[in-house]
């Protein structure tokens, strides 16, 4: 088809609305620009936990969700265990993030999220106080210097990304959830 195809004459024919839809799509990914300089890119979640921003790799997280309205408790379970959640029909313990690494309760507000952690043997969702979205970083932006934060975490810390006079550090979901600490989670 022509570029100078305009959608709305495709309206009665749907299956050829479809592949000019797919066209168009196919050729604005192939004209992408690489990111600046042909580096590659490291893309992260952004989030926040006691104020401070923090990011973890996108392979790390399956997927980002409102807290759920039913938590059924634990009897038995560490403080920091909030309860068990149906996400999808798989259910998963929702772990305060920040109680667990010991910088105090989150405090609930319409912000809080759960990060589902893409982990293949052991499901967890982790309740933080907001999730601002992917950020993308060169990573020659990153460094293995780890910043001092208020939540006491800097053995799950990778290091960080520097960017416009900001640090991020990165938390390594895995080492997180396979300490023996967290994987032990019986009061």
Not at 14 to 29: N, S, W
Not at 76 to 82: E, K, N, Q, V
Not at 134 to 139: A, D, G, L, V
Request: proline share 7%.
């Amino acid at each position: 088809m022509p570029e100078s195809v305009d959608l709305k004459d495709l309206k009665d024919r749907p299956f050829e609305l479809l592949v000019e839809l797919e066209r168009r799509g196919r050729a604005v990914t192939a004209s992408a620009l690489p990111e600046q300089s042909g580096g590659q890119e490291w893309v992260g979640v952004a989030l926040r936990m006691a104020g401070e921003l923090y990011l973890v790799a996108r392979e790390e997280a399956r997927e980002v969700l409102g807290v759920p309205a039913a938590l059924t408790r634990v009897p038995g379970a560490r403080s920091w265990i909030l309860g068990i959640a149906n996400v999808r029909g798989q259910l998963i313990p929702i772990i305060d993030l920040r109680q667990f690494l010991g910088g105090g309760v989150t405090p609930p507000s319409r912000n809080t999220r759960i990060v589902i952690v893409n982990h293949r043997e052991i499901p967890a969702g982790l309740l933080v106080d907001e999730v601002l979205g992917f950020r993308r970083f060169p990573e020659n932006e990153f460094v293995t210097e780890v910043p001092a934060t208020i939540v006491p975490c800097g053995r799950y810390l990778a290091g960080s990304f520097r960017s416009a006079g900001e640090q991020w550090p990165v938390l390594n979901l895995r080492a997180l959830v396979e300490d023996p600490v967290f994987t032990g989670a019986a009061a």
